[in-house]
């Protein structure tokens, strides 16, 4: 039996500011209140999952392995998944759904980049000959 600390939803969704700003990433619950203005992707994508469940958002970032690492000093015990999950507010899931739209535009400005290259590298070549 493990000896974490066990936090219910409602305890974890009240950790929901900067101020005091909790995390859970797979049924972990991490206290990412003094991270947040040192993460890379700033304080806001954490501040809009404060005191929910970041898992998606954290896995279609594609975190590095020193992320993942670092996590580890942030971790505080597990959730109560047998606590009784409270309702999103509205304000919530509009968070969630900017949180996913911000993840997948920064993808497809990635993808259009490589093309924009691609196509650039094709006309030199193309002109050369």
Known sequence: MSDAKLYTYT????????????????????DCTK???????????LIDL???DATSAFEDIGHSSDAVKYL???????????????QPSAEELAAQ?????????????????????AFAVLGYFLHKS
């Open 50 to 52: 404060a005191g929910q």
């Open 97 to 117: 759904e900017a949180a996913k739209t911000s993840s997948s535009e920064g993808n497809g400005r990635l993808v259009l980049a490589l093309f924009v290259a």
């Open 11 to 30: 305890e974890i969704a009240e950790h929901n500011k900067a101020d005091k700003l909790w995390l859970i990433i797979e049924d972990k619950v991490y």
């Open 72 to 86: 580890e000093k942030l971790y505080i015990g597990d959730v109560d998944t047998a606590s009784e999950k409270p």
């Open 35 to 45: 991270f947040a203005d040192e993460h890379p992707g700033g304080d806001e994508v």
